[in-house]
């Protein structure tokens, strides 16, 4: 039996290493989405923060200056978190322009890969048959038979 070639494995192995290539930017991307999460998470918790020390500032003896200074902090942060929502709206973008990106490169390589075992299958079952008909060829030679075409 002839082994099998399949003249497009160098193809193959390309787009493999593409696929891997897209994953590594999608983990990076999803990577990046989390930790800019992880960002706009603190930038709340610190304009909370801020809220929560006005509210236990006005309780007691609060100061024009002192609400001066707690007013800048909490628009400072509010300017913090939109920036950071605007990153992580980015980091959205990002992260889904790679999945695209990958989901991609995964189709066209699992349709060569089923490309290339169909072709497998077939040249097998081609080469079965091939075996089969020599066989009975060396049979009816032997025994004077008439040879099958």
Known sequence: MR??????????????????????TYANAIRQRELNEERLTDCKSRL???R???AACRKEHFTGAEQANFQQAVNLAKERMMRQRNKLKRAK???????TSYLKADGEEKSLSNLKERRQEDHFQFELK???RELED?????YGLKPTT
């Open 3 to 24: 082994a099998f070639h399949f003249r497009l494995q160098t193809l193959l192995n390309l787009r493999e290493m593409a696929r891997e290539e897209s994953l590594s």
């Open 48 to 50: 909370d923060e801020l």
């Open 52 to 54: 929560e020390a006005v």
């Open 93 to 99: 973008g990002v992260e889904e322009k790679a999945r």
């Open 130 to 132: 091939k075996e089969e």
């Open 138 to 142: 060396v049979i009816a030679a032997r």
